[in-house]
């Protein structure tokens, strides 16, 4: 019974006791179980993405009105193993005066830094790969690491363009930090620790998406931004800049940044799932741990699903449109929104939690209420400004048309 | 269960290498490079320090983590606006070795 | 020889060497990345220390900024034979006698204090540390004032790089 409700703690349990029982000293048998466990996790991942390319190729398909992969064995589920064996099987091309260590090392930073993201997440309420009592803060951290790796790719290939590509793609991704970090402060304020699996816990009664819906789309907004994806992709927009960092990139090298990048998606929606949608908890979870483990799945897929939407249906932000987004638009909302929570936070600290969450609901909407005037009225006025300039511009063209007597 | 000295000694050692990069190499951002290292060991000094008076006092003790959080505040902003006049020095002179910025010299 | 000292260890080797090869690489680009290096042996040594707040904000700032910013800037400083010539001053071997000495007089002098072979045994707790450090940083008889202060360098660093870098150039032919 125990092992029906809880296999992955009790195999856990189980290699711990045999280790033990092997006779090494207690600090070997933990660095070993330890090791072993971040073998599984990282190889389960990897293998995991397999899966998710599939799911979002056919998804993909069948927004676009037609039927994905539907060739190689039933609905197509073995096409990315076929995509994998083309990868595996291609010749790597390094191009000439490439810098052989950054060159090399850029894939491999890119997939170890999106992989080090699972150790700290809580898969249910016994499992939990290294519970760091600053869990937050390293994941976004370790976000910060991922960037090295394509400024280490763009330098690395010894081409303008891929430089190039890797100065915008950096600059995005520097800029989404601050968003990410200031609406990520939010949970953080409402459960009292930056510790993940404290952050689930404290969601017992209430998930925080419900308190705090304005943080959630912001922390949202900004990680879709963190991974590269659409509508944030200018930077492997595949049909203009000639693919970005990764052009000079073939076979297994490339096939590195791909995995890197849809496991980084994944990722991103396990991390809103577990901070913003209350992790592995759910009816029974406490008691039935494997239960746990399948609601945060289940709440991971519906993020997963949302970002895919997006990637499918929305077209491609300017660099510019982005920058103004960021700048003018998530930034200020997410340091008035800390403002307002704190505020509020203190205000309603005595009353019972009902009102609490009401409170904050009701901040949290009335800053998206306001947000979403402001951006109306600053529309409006730019549409205002370009057709004056627009006119402007007319009557300069038709008075010199009549000079020139053409 | 390591005894202070081995971090004393470990921070001493590395800001004796980053006073050498600061003071021995000919590129700007080097230099830079060589500041980093300076102040990092100037944070592990002060983290040691701050870990051996924490478990004298009983209570929590926070005054050389305050320290440390002021030294990370100060390099972001010292390192900020050290690379931003390399490169505008750089676009002055197309040269970011120091010992060809002399236009002030005698 | 327990396994806290194994990792330090470890870590100060790797950060030491690594700290040798920012200081005599060839190439800036190697050098900047044997810096990334050094941080992060410096961030592993900081979680030996039982902070581990300190170690993960080391990576954001450090590594996730700084490094970037310095990889930036070795980019942008290129020159075309820049790579291949002599990477040292004529100097360096005064510089080098001056960084020996410097050590020598370091340790000598933290060797002569009464605490330098103590132990550093395991704290109780390390949030409490956190919670105190957030306190400390906000109470009037803490160190708030060091704070404000600080949030004003950084907002005088961020307006004097974005005057500094901006480019004349463009302004001129406006």
């Known amino acids: 019974m125990d092992f029906l409700r809880d296999p992955i703690g009790f195999v856990i349990q189980w290699y711990v006791f045999w280790l033990g029982g092997l006779g090494l000293p207690a600090v070997w048998v933990e660095l070993i179980a330890q090791l072993t466990g971040a073998l599984v996790l990282a190889t389960g991942a990897m293998l995991f993405v397999v899966f998710l390319i599939w799911y979002e190729r056919k998804l993909i398909g069948r927004i676009q009105d037609r039927f994905g992969p539907n060739r190689v064995g039933p609905w197509g589920i073995f096409q990315p193993v076929a995509d994998m064996l083309k990868i595996f099987t291609k010749e790597y091309i390094t191009p000439i005066g490439a810098d052989k260590i950054t060159y090399n090392l850029a894939p491999i930073l890119a997939v170890a830094a999106v992989l080090l993201l699972w150790s700290v997440l809580p898969l249910s309420v016994t499992v939990v790969g290294a519970d760091l009592n600053v869990g937050l803060l390293f994941l976004i951290a370790v976000g910060g690491l991922g960037e090295m790796s394509y400024i280490l790719a763009g330098w690395g290939s010894n081409n303008k363009y891929a430089l190039l590509g890797a100065f915008r793609l950096v600059a995005q991704l520097i800029s989404y930090e601050v968003p990410l970090v200031l609406s990520a402060l939010v949970p953080v304020m409402l459960a009292g620790t930056l510790s993940v699996t404290g952050i689930v816990q404290a969601q017992e009664d209430v998930w925080f998406i419900v308190a705090a819906p304005a943080a959630a789309l912001i922390f949202f907004i900004a990680s879709l931004a963190e991974i590269g994806r659409s509508p944030f992709d200018l930077i492997e927009a595949e049909s203009e800049l000639v693919a970005g960092y990764n052009i000079e990139y073939s076979g297994l090298k490339f096939g590195m940044f791909f995995v890197a990048e849809f496991l980084h998606a994944f990722t991103v929606s396990l991390i809103f799932a577990t901070v913003f949608l209350g992790g592995w908890r759910g009816p029974g979870a406490e008691q039935i741990p494997i239960l746990g483990f399948v609601y945060l799945m289940l709440k991971t897929f519906v993020v997963y699903f949302v970002t895919i939407l997006f990637r499918g249906t929305l077209p491609r932000f300017r660099i510019d449109q982005m920058m103004n987004l960021n700048w003018k638009v998530l930034t200020p909302l997410s340091l008035a929104l800390i403002m307002a929570m704190a505020v509020v936070g203190g205000l309603t600290r005595g009353l019972p939690l009902f009102w609490q969450v009401l409170a904050y609901l009701l901040v949290n909407l009335l800053l998206l209420a306001v947000t979403d005037q402001l951006m109306r009225i600053n529309q409006r006025k730019r549409a205002r400004f370009n057709l004056a300039m627009e006119m402007g511009r007319g009557i300069l063209t038709t008075s010199t048309k009549h000079g020139t007597g053409e | 269960m390591i005894p202070i000295a081995w971090y004393l000694i470990f921070s001493a050692a590395l800001f004796c290498i980053g006073l050498f990069g600061a003071l021995a190499r000919k590129n700007a951002v080097a230099i830079l490079m060589g500041i980093e290292l300076m102040l990092n060991a100037v944070n592990v000094n002060l983290i040691a320090f701050w870990h051996y008076y924490a478990q004298i006092h009983s209570r929590p003790y926070v005054h050389g983590l305050a320290f440390t959080t002021m030294v990370f505040v100060v390099a972001a902003a010292e390192v900020a606006v050290g690379l931003a006049l390399v490169i505008s020095a750089y676009r002055r002179r197309q040269t970011p070795v120091v010992d060809e910025l002399t236009l002030l010299k005698g | ?174």
């Not at chain 3, 919670?131 to 004097?160: C, H, N, R, T």
């Open chain 3, 1 to 174: 020889m327990n396994g806290l000292q194994v990792v330090f260890l470890l870590a100060a080797l790797v950060s030491l060497f690594s700290a040798v090869m920012v200081v005599s690489a060839r190439r800036m680009m190697h050098a900047a990345l044997w810096l990334v290096l050094t941080l992060m042996g410096v961030a592993v040594i900081f979680v030996t220390l039982q902070s581990s707040f300190f170690a993960v904000v080391q990576i954001l700032v450090y590594v996730g900024a700084i490094a970037i910013l310095i990889i930036f800037s070795v980019m942008l400083t290129r020159r075309v034979m820049e790579d291949h010539g002599d990477q040292i001053l004529p100097g360096w071997r005064a510089a080098a006698l001056v960084a020996v000495l410097v050590f020598a007089v370091l340790v000598g002098f933290l060797a002569l204090w009464q605490g330098f072979t103590t132990l550093l045994v395991e704290l109780p707790s390390d949030s409490d540390n956190l919670l105190e450090l957030g306190k400390a940083l906000v109470s009037p008889q803490g160190y708030v004032l060091p704070f404000e202060l600080a949030s004003v360098l950084l907002v005088a660093a961020l307006i004097g790089a974005t005057t500094i870098a901006v480019d004349r150039k463009e302004e001129q032919s406006r």
